[in-house]
């Protein structure tokens, strides 16, 4: 039961004769519709700069809502064999569709959000979203008066995880006693579900909320509850004026436009990527100073300052697991392969995570 | 377990399966007077996001769920016009109405993403569900017309025969059963998840089938499925907040599960698949035999 929305932009411009002959087409997968004001919504955001960039270089096409099952195949499938240059598969679960459609074809360019996983036309890209969850969880340990954090995370893959061991690292530096509360939805996209989440996590004693899911359900569901809520991907403070902290944007325009740019010249070629706040990709929301105290305010613009100079590193040791063994030494920081297939949770967090 | 932590618990228990229980009791009368409507995951996105536009532009509840009953009144108008004058198939034309509602609330909802309202209190809604559910019983096994609605999904010829109008009652049932689930969505939007965003119902539309035949085409025990479904999923969430280990990916595929299991369950005696689905259930009914 997808959806299927083909969307083909109106080329803007005057291109007198054929400067451009054939435009590249560029096609991207979403996991949501564009409207979900989270993961999806940044993604669409992307590629409409992508366009604005390019102008009649390039026209985009997107499939929204696509399942991360077998019918990714069939919707990726359906770019490719529609004539589209280069692909965006926006969603990690994407992974072995991708590949599985660029061995089909050979001369398409991919591009999978979040993966490892590349071939000779297909590279990765993603974005160190875990910066910003450091800085989170600095703000969540300073802010919380109950000590309880609540987290609804959406599925256990290393992307999440990270992100809920960055942000406790940080809250736990700050403030040894927080306790963290997780609620694996196993949705990236269900209001429903996602505010039945906040509201266990409210009714079990937290005061401050995070999100790894994609709409804006638990920051409008911590509003009602009067309790404190941290946005996802995109700045919510709209809904949640009263108890959105801040919130982690994902900023992919920049470099779609250099992928779509490459494609444009004939200088693609297969890369990953893996960039973070030093090269704007990753930007935290406004601070909202109704609720934070200046100088709490401060730290986090310095945290900022020195997460992108490179003098703060999210995952500096000593970091231990849950069973008390060293992951990271003292003095060093954790690699990107380290990072990117993190499937334990470090020392202090309760539970186990699902496999 | 805190006493305040336990009301807790239930109240978002209750919350949370309200628009399981209108959606299914809905589809319920539908299938009882022998029709199978899949279109239930459509209407209630269409029935959300009318009620929740009508808010924004009016500022009234209670036209907000007015106009919300009539998009699901015209929904389901336009599945009993195609089902029952044209005679298409059920299932095909079920399906094509939910992909129409996907993408019709998608249109009508697009500059209303995010525009923020005030939530209702639900517990007016959680009582009317049970309420609902009690009417519909006491319809079904109470009244004469209630009969004449069974007799017509058991047999439509013979309800014929007898000179009751098949198609009038089939209208009836598709009718209330589009309202129901438009119900179920004007409550999505402006109580449960007071909010309009894309897909919102998020396969509870799905959920609602399951529980029909889960519950056999009983009114009664669609509020016990209704519960055993909500309650597992907002009780492992409690669990995983606890920090008790549990397969979170289980509980989303236990409504279905459970459903198969009750298939099985009931097609394994002849007595009881005849005790249970109505027997003209997606039968066109042809008035000149």
Redesign the interface.
């Given at each position: 039961?997808i959806?299927i929305?083909l969307l083909i932009t109106t080329i803007l411009g005057f291109s007198i004769g054929s400067a451009n002959a054939d435009p590249k087409k560029v096609g991207f997968i979403y996991i949501?519709?564009p409207?979900?004001?989270g993961w999806t919504y940044m993604h669409d955001v992307g590629r409409q700069y992508m366009e604005s960039q390019l102008g009649d270089a390039v026209t985009s096409t997107y499939i929204e809502?696509v399942p991360e099952n077998a019918d990714a195949v069939r919707a990726i499938r359906k770019l490719a064999a529609s004539g589209h240059d280069l692909i965006f598969t926006t969603s990690f679960n994407y992974m072995d569709q991708t590949l599985e459609v660029a061995k089909e074809f050979p001369d398409i360019k991919f591009e999978h959000a979040t993966g490892y996983m590349r071939a000779p036309n297909v590279s990765t890209y993603s974005a160190r979203f875990y910066e910003g969850r450091t800085i989170s969880g600095h703000i969540a340990g300073k802010m919380t008066k109950s000590n309880v954090i609540?987290y609804i995370a959406s599925f256990p893959i290393p992307e999440v995880v990270r992100g809920i061991n960055a942000f406790y690292l940080a809250a736990s530096k700050v403030n040894p006693d927080i306790q963290i509360?997780?609620?694996?939805?196993?949705?990236w996209?269900?209001?429903?579900?996602?505010?039945?989440?906040a509201?266990?996590?409210i009714?079990?004693g937290a005061d401050i909320l995070v999100q790894h899911t994609d709409?804006?359900?638990p920051c409008?569901?911590a509003e009602?509850a009067g309790v404190l809520a941290f946005g996802q991907a995109s700045n919510q403070e709209?809904?949640c004026p009263n108890s959105h902290l801040t919130a982690i944007e994902d900023i992919w325009g920049p470099y779609y436009a250099q992928r779509a740019k490459a494609v444009v010249d004939g200088t693609w070629a297969e890369k990953d990527t893996w960039d973070g706040m030093a090269e704007g990709m990753v930007v935290m929301s406004p601070y909202n100073a109704k609720l934070m105290p200046t100088d709490l305010i401060q730290e986090a613009v310095e945290m900022e300052i020195a997460i992108k100079d490179g003098s703060l590193h999210p995952f500096t040791g000593p970091i231990y697991d849950q069973a008390g063994e060293l992951r990271v030494a003292e003095g060093e920081v954790a690699d990107d392969f380290m990072m990117a297939t993190m499937d334990w949770y470090v020392q202090g967090i309760?539970?186990?995570l699902?496999q | 377990m805190s006493i305040d932590v336990f009301i807790g618990v239930i109240q978002i228990i209750l919350v949370a399966t309200t628009p399981l229980v209108f959606a299914a009791i809905g589809e319920l009368v539908t299938e009882k007077t022998g029709v199978l409507n899949l279109g239930v995951e459509g209407m209630m996105l269409v029935g959300a996001v009318t009620a929740f536009v009508t808010l924004v532009i009016t500022g009234s509840y209670t036209l907000a769920f007015i106009v919300s009953l009539l998009s699901g009144v015209l929904m389901s108008g336009l599945f009993a016009y195609l089902v029952l004058i044209l005679m298409s198939n059920q299932v095909a034309t079920g399906l094509a109405l939910t992909i129409f509602g996907i993408g019709l609330s998608s249109m009508i909802g697009k500059n209303y993403i995010g525009t923020p309202i005030q939530g209702l209190n639900p517990y007016f809604f959680v009582a009317l569900s049970f309420l609902i559910v009690f009417l519909v019983s006491y319809f079904f096994y109470k009244t004469k017309l209630g009969l004449i609605f069974r007799a017509v999904g058991e047999s439509h010829s013979s309800s014929h025969a007898l000179g009751y109008s098949v198609i009038k009652v089939r209208l009836m049932g598709i009718l209330f059963g589009g309202s129901m689930c438009a119900l179920a969505g004007s409550y999505m939007s402006i109580c449960y998840a007071p909010m309009w965003q894309e897909n919102m119902t998020a396969g509870r539309g799905w959920i609602a089938l399951a529980l029909v035949v889960f519950a056999t085409w009983k009114p009664g025990r669609i509020l016990v499925g209704a519960y055993i479904f909500g309650g597992v999923s907002i009780l492992q969430m409690n669990l995983q907040a606890w920090g008790v280990n549990f397969p979170g990916q289980f509980f989303n595929m236990a409504p279905y599960l459970a459903t198969m299991i009750v298939l099985i369950i009931i097609s394994s005696n002849r007595l009881r698949i005849k005790l249970s689905a109505p027997a003209s259930l997606t039968i066109p009914f042809f008035k000149g035999r």
């Open positions: 039961m959806r929305l949501g519709p409207g979900d004001h809502n609540g509360k997780i609620i694996w939805a196993f949705t996209y269900d209001p429903g579900k996602e505010a039945d989440a509201n266990t996590l009714n079990q709409t804006f359900a409008q569901a009602k709209e809904f309760d539970g186990e699902p | -």
